[in-house]
């Protein structure tokens, strides 16, 4: 049967013979997305949020900021109430994937997801208009990021709503920010790049199972204490504004690190690497 009209598809049944158009849409209903597929739904939504108004990217920058200090929250309740220290070891992680299923399904700017999305246009188009659109918006969701941790951070550390116990182990899943070396933060912080830019790779072709993969990465990445730099900076603020650890040690020892773990992970490992899987093929549909 003639199937030209589907020569664009990325339907992998489009390309057998003696299919017919009927049998074509039952392949695809059964198959999982391609790699290709995924991609393009991917940059689709990159190029969505490179069109963004800079106050929209704010305000959902803050409120990602804001939201993610419920991973510190709910896994500081679970490690402090959890007296065992293999269980506790095991289960308050758990705990650590309740601010990110809030801003991953709310669709808050988080800046991890960031690393991907708005990467896939620049690698489509390359050229310098779309790199300046994605280093704004880079530096938009970061910051406003960074200022709703600080503004979270800030509650948590001058208010009394949390029992003395609760507070210690806030500060308890706090330190190993600033405990390692420059070295040892970048690394960790490579893995947890790697696996949130691999969550938001993984999301399109999940469906109903969203929710599922959001917790399952985020707590690999609570349970090897890797660092991300929204979640990480909510603990590092916590511990300036409580007195355990000055400025130049969030920046330092915290920050730097971090950040360019997060965005090497995110963007060399993930966004690179499955662009070229699948560079060829969206070259020919492109062309």
Known sequence: MDQSGDGASFNPASKLDGVSRRQTRQIESQSRPSAALIHET???EGEQELERRWWAIVLSGFAAGLSISLSLIVQGELHALISDEATRRLVAPLGYTVGFLVVVLGRQQLFTENTLTPILPLLHNR?????ASVLKLWILVLASNIAGTWAAASVLARTSIFEPRIVDAFIDLSRPTI???FSSTFVRAIFAGWLIASMAWLLPAAKGSRAHIIV???YVVALGQFLHIVAGSIECAFLV???????SQYASDFFIPTLLGNIIGGTTLVALLNYGQVAAEIDNHRG
Do not use: H, K, P, Y
């Open 179 to 181: 405990e390692g070396t």
């Open 42 to 44: 991917i940059r689709a």
């Open 127 to 131: 050229d310098l208009g779309t790199f």
């Open 241 to 247: 504004q409580s007195g355990l650890a000055s400025f």
């Open 216 to 218: 399952v990465m985020t």
